[in-house]
């Protein structure tokens, strides 16, 4: 097994660019997720997704968009780049939704907004 | 919503000795409490975790407690080695929530 992937690693946007982060699963879980991470903000959830066609909002979901059309894949949109979105960002998945079982991230990708 | 939050946010500690970080929560529906640990340009892994109904669980050279009536947990580290070096998250899950919501993390050094 792959268990979660990420792509790109690295990524550097002008401002008011769009893109999408890549992620992907093979271990048939329903619950994936991603997070940004900030030097000294921990690991805050962006948006989140408990089984194919469905996806919610998590603590800073402004300025990103999720699909999940597959249980597979759960990729990330940046409609319009801004600095503040310089991060660290990794997806994660679990094998159940609502019981509590760990989370296995991606190695993540280092988006840089200029 | 949750609020979980980690003290100190930095340890500093003599090999061998043993590192305690502490975790707080706010919501007392909260059921399932992991730790993570992230080395320097890694993503972050699971090394322990408790449920609700459990007050300590042992593995090797880590332990976790948690106390449900003061809404904290810590992770206990015994005989602490340079390799333990690394930010240390915990997290929080409501029962009826699929989230996890995670606290800033703590970074522990590990002085040989």
């Known amino acids: 097994n792959a268990g979660v992937t990420q792509t790109p690693k690295f990524q550097v946007l002008k401002t008011g660019q769009s893109m999408t982060l890549q992620c992907a699963q093979d271990?048939?879980?329903?619950?994936m997720s991603w997070y940004r991470q900030d030097p000294g903000m921990g690991l805050r959830l962006i948006h989140y997704?408990?089984?194919?066609?469905?996806?919610d909002q998590g603590e800073v979901p402004n300025g990103y968009n999720v699909s999940r059309s597959t249980t597979e894949d759960f990729p990330l949109r940046l409609l319009s780049a801004a600095p503040s979105q310089t991060s660290v960002y990794f997806c994660?998945?679990?094998?159940?939704?609502?019981?509590?079982?760990?989370?296995?991230f991606g190695p993540g990708t280092r988006l840089t907004v200029t | 919503g949750e609020n979980v939050e980690q003290h100190p946010s930095t340890l500093s500690v003599q090999e061998g000795d043993s590192a305690v970080i502490k975790c707080t929560y706010s919501?007392?529906?909260?059921?399932?409490f992991p730790w993570y640990k992230q080395e320097l340009g890694k993503r972050p892994q699971l090394i322990i975790d408790?449920?609700?109904?459990?007050g300590e669980k042992k593995d090797q050279r880590i332990a976790v407690t948690l106390n449900k009536t003061a809404k904290h947990f810590s992770l206990h580290i015994t005989e602490t080695q340079p390799e333990d070096s690394a930010v240390y998250f915990c997290?929080?899950?409501?029962?009826?929530?699929?989230?996890?919501?995670f606290g800033k993390g703590i970074t522990l050094s590990v002085r040989p």
């Open positions: 994660a998945s679990s094998s159940d939704v609502y019981d509590g079982y760990e989370q296995y």
């Open positions: 271990m048939n879980h329903e619950y």
């Open positions: 997704s408990v089984g194919a066609g469905i996806t």
């Open positions: 919501d007392s529906a909260s059921n399932y």
């Open positions: 408790i449920r609700s109904n459990v």
């Open positions: 997290a929080a899950k409501t029962g009826a929530n699929s989230k996890l919501t």
